[in-house]
């Protein structure tokens, strides 16, 4: 019995190995314009935010 799970295991072991070998390399994708509109967007938002929060409370000068 012992000897027989030894070679279930090996055999996982090795089917294991295999699927890591065959694994596809990732390919990165450029972004859409859409995409970079909108993030382009997000930071002007964020920007806008900051600004306003500034101009409430003149007496102090962090941006």
Known sequence: MGIQLENFVESIKSKVRKLKKLKK???KMDKS???K????????RKLVEKTLQ????PGKRSL
């Open 25 to 27: 390399p990732y390919i």
């Open 33 to 35: 314009s859409s995409v």
């Open 37 to 44: 509109v909108e993030i382009r967007s997000k930071k002007a």
């Open 54 to 57: 500034a101009a409430d409370r």
